[in-house]
């Protein structure tokens, strides 16, 4: 009886990977990431529409440097956390070069995939919390990011509709 226990919790821990691999990689119920950023004008990655804080420059950043500082708390023991708000978004409205867009995308796409190899690999205990955090553990920092994201990338798609550049 035990081992067949064993081989349930096993199977439902998997499941559990599973919808959150599902989960960070967005979409489902919306429309995710790659969508928010596909074909946005050079030209309006540095506007703020009126009554809008945010240019999509500002919110990709944010999406980056956001998602990349809960890696970091996840996987470093030396961890030293940014001050907030000031460190989680640019100082800018726009791009610092016309290459800056692109590579901040490759930089959110590369940090959420390993946010997701994090949560997949048998070996991550989603439970156990962070030795040098206060109570966190994976399973949380992987919702968070989740949520996190969807959030602004929700703010995103709002900037993208109000500047005319987001089809219905």
């Not at 500082?69 to 978004?89: G, Q, S, T, V």
Request: proline fraction near 7%; hydrophobic fraction near 40%.
């Amino acid at each position: 009886m035990a081992k067949k226990n064993s081989q349930s919790e096993t199977n439902r821990l998997n499941q559990l990977r599973n919808h959150l691999f599902e989960l960070l990689k967005g979409g489902g119920a919306h429309a995710g990431f790659d969508d928010a950023v596909k074909d946005l004008s050079g030209a309006l990655r540095d506007t703020k529409p009126k009554g809008m804080p945010h240019s999509p420059w500002m919110l990709l950043e944010h999406l980056r440097i956001a998602q990349g500082d809960i890696l970091e708390f996840c996987r470093n023991p030396k961890y030293k956390a940014p001050k907030w708000p000031e460190d989680y978004w640019p100082k800018t409205d726009a791009p610092p070069s016309d290459g800056s867009w692109g590579k901040s995308i490759k930089a959110f796409r590369k940090d959420l995939i390993a946010m997701q190899d994090l949560v997949a690999n048998p070996k991550t205990d989603l439970y156990a919390p962070i030795p040098w955090g206060d109570g966190q553990t994976i399973l949380r920092e992987a919702f968070l990011v989740a949520d996190h994201n969807a959030y602004h990338i929700a703010q995103l798609i709002d900037v993208r509709r109000l500047l005319g550049a987001w089809k219905s």
